[in-house]
């Protein structure tokens, strides 16, 4: 969740601030560009600059899957077709600040790696089946999603499953969407229940359910904006915990938030002071998951569809994870910043990580 990896993010993401050595040419892909330029870093990080999505030498690909921690930049604006999911390994920064550029054709999957972190980037028109825009299993950790901008991918936009934990997606927009995103693989998986997401300043702007739909996991959602959604904004089912504090939530036609699904699988029974567990293949069981609202807002008719007999209980605290995160009141303001301030936006990247060129 946010600060208990968060720090993890920071201290992997200072290693680019160390000073830079002079510049050199990495790779000489084709006529599409003269030059791809990088520099290194000392002994700890490297910074890349790779504007291909091609594999072979200076190509994106080969920057992903590299061993060592690179901070992964781009030297030109364009858009990058993915004929196949493009694997991220440990300790990876791929960073869009400074260009506009925009991931098509599949998306990127994360697959048994820790410490990445996602910057700025766009994500649209993803095809074919079980085609996400992030994919984030089995058993990634410490993971940063931050100021994306994700559409119309034909099965997800961004998947949490089969004991991927220490996750955060934050200041990220939402459009044009089914399935926006799911956490928890089916209720079959039961080491999901290790699962912890942080959702922060998000914009879900009219994507149709999903906003998330949880299993087993635990998740802390404050100060995003859901609108309009289709048939809900936010799903608790199988043992999940949900704690939405400070969100604002803005119906269309469709007028419930919070659904409660049942799911046949495995499920949990509390029976104090024993704990069984008990096999429900073959019928559904009436325990869902829980959800905890918070300091939310419900505007333009929107009813919460909060169960009356949940009543927040069991519901795991942010506390238990990390001592303090900044929490704004679910206002016309905080509304305003998060329709004009998520996705990609048009920032440089920072002094300190320009590549230097010859």
Same mark, same amino acid.
């Given at each position: +969740?946010?600060?208990?990896?968060?720090?993890?993010?920071?201290?992997?993401?200072?290693?680019?601030?160390?000073?830079?050595?002079?510049?050199?040419?990495?790779? @000489?892909?084709?006529?599409? +560009?003269?030059?791809?330029? %990088?520099?290194?870093? &000392?002994?700890?990080?490297?910074?890349? %600059?790779?504007? /291909?999505?091609?594999?072979?030498?200076?190509?994106?690909?080969?920057?992903?899957?590299?061993?060592?921690?690179?901070?992964?930049? !781009?030297?030109?604006?364009?858009?990058?077709?993915?004929?196949?999911?493009?694997?991220?390994?440990?300790?990876?920064?791929?960073? &869009?600040?400074?260009?506009?550029?925009?991931?098509?054709?599949? &998306?990127?999957?994360?697959?048994?790696?820790?410490?990445?972190? #996602?910057?700025?980037?766009?994500?649209?028109?993803?095809?074919?089946?079980?085609?996400?825009?992030?994919?984030?299993?089995?058993?990634?950790?410490?993971?940063?999603?931050?100021?994306?901008?994700?559409?119309? /991918?034909?099965?997800?936009?961004?998947?949490?499953?089969?004991?991927?934990?220490?996750?955060?997606?934050?200041?990220?927009?939402?459009?044009?969407?089914?399935?926006?995103?799911? =956490? @928890?693989?089916?209720?079959?998986?039961?080491?999901?229940?290790?699962?912890?997401?942080? =959702?922060?300043?998000?914009?879900?702007?009219g994507t149709r359910q999903r906003h998330p739909r949880v299993r087993y996991g635990k998740v802390h959602l404050y100060n995003n904006y859901t609108r309009n959604w289709g048939i809900y904004a936010v799903?608790?089912?199988?043992?999940?915990? #949900? /704690?939405?504090?400070?969100?604002?939530?803005?119906?269309?036609?469709?007028?419930?938030?919070?659904?409660?699904?049942?799911?046949?699988?495995? +499920?949990?029974?509390?029976?104090?002071?024993?704990?069984?567990? #008990?096999?429900?293949?073959?019928?559904?069981?009436?325990?869902? @998951?829980?959800?905890?609202?918070?300091?939310?807002?419900?505007?333009?008719?929107?009813?919460?569809?909060? +169960?009356?007999?949940?009543?927040?209980?069991?519901?795991?605290?942010?506390?238990? !994870? /990390?001592?303090?995160?900044?929490?704004?009141?679910?206002?016309?303001?905080?509304?305003?910043?998060?329709?004009?301030?998520? &996705?990609?936006?048009?920032?440089?990247?920072?002094?300190?990580?320009?590549?230097?060129?010859?």
């Open positions: +969740m946010r600060n208990g990896h968060g720090h993890s993010h920071r201290r992997f993401g200072n290693a680019a601030s160390n000073p830079r050595p002079s510049a050199f040419k990495y790779g @000489g892909l084709s006529d599409q +560009m003269d030059q791809a330029q %990088s520099s290194a870093s &000392g002994t700890h990080m490297e910074e890349l %600059s790779l504007p /291909y999505a091609h594999d072979g030498p200076g190509s994106l690909r080969e920057g992903c899957r590299k061993k060592e921690p690179l901070w992964i930049v !781009f030297e030109v604006s364009g858009t990058i077709h993915l004929s196949s999911y493009l694997s991220v390994s440990s300790y990876k920064t791929v960073d &869009g600040r400074g260009q506009r550029i925009k991931i098509t054709g599949k &998306g990127l999957r994360l697959k048994e790696c820790e410490h990445v972190i #996602i910057c700025n980037l766009e994500f649209e028109d993803g095809r074919g089946p079980d085609v996400d825009g992030i994919q984030i299993k089995p058993k990634s950790q410490h993971i940063w999603i931050d100021r994306c901008s994700l559409r119309d /991918y034909d099965d997800g936009l961004i998947d949490i499953t089969r004991e991927s934990t220490d996750i955060t997606i934050s200041r990220c927009h939402f459009v044009k969407h089914d399935k926006t995103m799911l =956490i @928890g693989a089916d209720p079959s998986h039961v080491g999901d229940r290790c699962i912890r997401v942080t =959702i922060h300043h998000c914009f879900f702007d799903c608790a089912s199988v043992e999940s915990q #949900i /704690y939405s504090q400070c969100n604002i939530y803005e119906a269309g036609q469709k007028k419930v938030a919070f659904k409660y699904y049942t799911e046949k699988g495995t +499920m949990r029974v509390i029976d104090a002071p024993l704990v069984t567990t #008990i096999q429900a293949a073959d019928k559904e069981v009436a325990a869902t @998951g829980c959800i905890r609202s918070e300091g939310d807002l419900f505007v333009c008719g929107t009813q919460h569809g909060l +169960m009356a007999e949940s009543g927040g209980h069991g519901v795991f605290h942010p506390s238990e !994870f /990390y001592p303090t995160w900044t929490v704004a009141p679910a206002t016309d303001a905080l509304k305003h910043l998060l329709k004009h301030c998520t &996705g990609w936006q048009s920032v440089p990247r920072p002094a300190d990580q320009k590549c230097d060129t010859k």
